[in-house]
């Protein structure tokens, strides 16, 4: 499994960043995708994640802002629109073979087996 991120940099507040995760080496369809963000002296956050079944979900805090997606069979979105300065962090790209009943435990990073290098978000002005 190899996933590669892609789209960081430094945006403004309230303007968008549309991340990139290039995936290879597994059957993309059978796996439960997600983005986990981590700042500089924070625990990791899970941000959103898509199940093997099509179902998303999404942290509360990015609800209505973020949307997770696949772009075609082998890459995987995050939209991000009116991005706040707090959502500064290294945006990690995850995925694991298995999708959990509950799919809230996506947005745990322990649910993860593989991971990307990762792609910094920078918001400020």
């Known amino acids: 499994v190899q996933l590669v991120e892609s789209g960081g940099g430094l945006v403004q507040p309230g303007g968008s960043l549309r991340l990139s995760c290039a995936a290879s080496?597994?059957?993309?369809?059978?796996?439960?995708m997600g983005w986990i963000r981590q700042a500089p002296g924070k625990e990791r956050e899970g941000v959103a994640a898509?199940?093997?079944?099509?179902?998303t979900i999404y942290a509360d805090s990015v609800l209505g802002r973020f949307t997770i997606s696949k772009d075609n069979v082998n890459t995987l979105s995050l939209q991000m629109n009116s991005l706040k300065p707090e959502e500064t962090a290294m945006y990690y790209c995850?995925?694991?073979?298995?999708?959990?009943?509950?799919?809230?435990?996506?947005?745990?990073?322990?649910?993860?087996?593989?991971w990307g290098q990762g792609t910094q978000v920078t918001v400020s002005s």
């Open positions: 080496g597994f059957t993309f369809d059978n796996y439960a």
């Open positions: 995850a995925a694991v073979s298995r999708t959990p009943t509950t799919l809230e435990r996506l947005l745990n990073g322990d649910e993860y087996n593989s």
């Open positions: 898509l199940g093997s079944d099509g179902r």
